[in-house]
C-alpha cells in the first residue's frame, strides 16, 4: 500500500489529522492497532475547548444530543462550589462522552471523508530513505509506504520510541485510573471533582477524584495524582479508585461495582523530545499534550490533528512542528508545569487546598486557567495575566516544553 499521508493512531488526535488531511484533498491512510469500537483509559470529559474543536468537525450537535453539562462541582476542604465555564471566545458548555463510542464516531468523520482505514495491524518499525521515513512495518511483516507520517499512538507511543521520543520524568506527570458504574444521577448538568482527594490511610494526595456524568445510566468514576521522577506517586490505583468511589455512593446513589477499571501514565505538558523529523511529526499524548493541571488531553489531541494538517506544505517538519507546538501551547504549559510540580510537593496541598476553596471567585479563575480555557481571542484581565505569566516561565525554564534531542540528558526514555 502507499499513501500520501499515513496516520498512525485513531483516537481523537489521529482521527482529526487523518479527518482535515483528507478534506484538504491528500490520500490519507489511518491505522490503528485495536479494531473499533475499541475502550481507551480516560476521564471521557469534554472540555469547552474540546467541544470547540469537535463543533469544527461537524460533531457539534452529535455530542450535544449526549447531553451537556454547565461547569464544574469543586468539592473539598469543608466547601462545595459550583462552577460554570467561563465562556468568552469558547463554548459555555462541555459534555461527556465514552471513548468507546467518541473515538468511532471522530473516526467515521475521517473515512466519510475519504480516508483509508485499516484495524488490527500495530505499527512497530519505520524504514527510511535518506532522512525521511519512506514507510512504516506493521507487526504482520506488512508495509505502507507514505510521503508524511503523523504518530498518534497514545502517550507510551510505541512508534515515537523508534523514532527516538523521549520523554523527560523530572517534570510532573499523571497517574491515573477510571471506572464505570451505575449512578441514579447519570443526568446531573454538572461534572463533579474532589480536590481533596484522600488515600486509604486517610492521607490527601496531590490530585483529585471525578465523576462524571454521562447521561447513560452510569458515570465515569476516577482518581488521578501528580508525580514525578523523584515524588514517585506510591498509591494503587485500583485499591484507590474503590475506595474513591465508596465515599461517593451514597451522595451519587452509585449502584453495582466498578466495572472495566483501566489505568494510564501520562507524560504532560510537552515534557518529551524527539515529536519530529523531516517528514513525520508526534502529535496528542503521543507529544506529550496533555494538561499538566487536570490530565486532559482530549482537546490538545483534536487541535493538533488540525495544526499539523496545515503543516503538510511544508518541506521539512523537523523544526517546524515543535516550533508550532511552543506557539500554542508553550507558555501555557510551561507555568502549568511549574505549579504541577509545586504540588507534588508534601503537605503543601493540605495548607493551600483550604485557603482556595473559601473563595468562589478564586476558583473560578483557577477553573478557567488550570483547564487553559483561554485563548487568544480572549482580552481580559484572567486571559492577559495569564499569558504574560505563561511567557515569563517559558523564559526562564530549563526544560522548556517540546524541547530540542539534546537539550538535556533525558531522566527516563519510553
Known sequence: MNTDVLVIGAGPAGSSAAAWAAQAGHDVVLADAAVFPRDKACGDGLTPRAIAELTKLGLGEWVRGRGENRGLRAAGFGQLLTLPWPGGSLPAHGGAVARTELDARIRSVALDRGAVPVEGRRAVDVEFAGDAVSAVVFDDGSRISCRRLIVADGAK??????????????????????????????DDPW??????LRGTENEVLSGYGWVFPLHDGSVNIGVGTLATDKRPANVRLRSLIAHYAAQRREDWQLSGEVRDVASALLP?????????????????????????????????????????????????????????LREHYGSAFSIARRLAKLLTVPKLLPVAGPVGMRSKALMTVALRVMGNLVTEEDHDVVARAWRLAGRASLRADELPPFPAADLRTPVAAG
Open 268 to 324: 504532560m505538558g510537552g515534557a518529551v523530545s524527539g515529536v519530529a523529523g523531516r517528514n513525520w511529526a508526534l502529535v496528542g499524548d503521543a507529544a506529550g499534550c496533555v494538561n499538566p493541571l487536570n490530565g486532559e488531553g482530549i482537546d490538545y489531541g483534536l487541535e493538533t490533528g488540525r495544526l499539523v494538517v496545515g503543516l503538510l506544505p511544508e518541506d521539512d517538519w523537523s523544526l517546524a512542528w515543535p516550533a508550532t
Open 157 to 186: 507511543s510505541t512508534l515515537g520510541r523508534v523514532l527516538g521520543r523521549v520523554w523527560h520524568k523530572d517534570t510532573a506527570f499523571g497517574v491515573a485510573a477510571r471506572g464505570y458504574i451505575t449512578s441514579g444521577r447519570h
Open 191 to 196: 461534572i463533579s471533582s474532589h480536590l481533596e
